[in-house]
């Protein structure tokens, strides 16, 4: 079991930035791939990033590429999302996820492992 915990979440305006982490604890070594989903209100879970610590690699959703930027801190167990240039329709809840790494980056439902969730609101 690796058990995920996001911090960092909150109210900010439209061009502000804010940091979230992700602080995974339990049996990280069996998980390879972290990211970070989204889900606003009525609205599916997105992807918006993700990082292999196998070999640093990141992978960004479109839409946030240029502004988000996926870190991973120096032990296996924290995970980072700055995020720059927020805008309203960034407005959401955030969940940190992992995953072995074998499957697809960019679909919730080949993560096994997901976080709380923190909010994240952008005012216009």
């Known amino acids: 079991q690796v058990q995920l915990v996001e911090s960092g979440g909150g109210l900010v305006q439209a061009g502000g930035s804010l940091r979230l982490s992700c602080a995974a604890s339990g049996r990280t070594f069996s998980s390879d791939v972290m990211g970070w989903f989204r889900q606003a209100p009525g609205k599916e879970r997105e992807f918006v990033t993700a990082?292999?610590?196998?070999?640093?690699?990141?992978y960004y959703a479109d839409s946030v590429k240029g502004r988000f930027t996926i870190s991973r801190g120096n032990a296996k167990n924290t995970v980072y999302l700055q995020m720059n240039s927020l805008k309203p329709e960034d407005t959401a809840v955030y969940y940190c996820?992992?995953?072995?790494?074998?499957?697809?980056?960019?679909?919730?439902?080949?993560?096994?492992?997901w976080g709380q969730g923190t909010q994240v609101t952008v005012s216009s």
């Open positions: 990082i292999r610590w196998s070999d640093g690699m990141t």
């Open positions: 996820a992992a995953q072995g790494g074998q499957k697809s980056l960019l679909l919730a439902r080949m993560y096994d492992y």
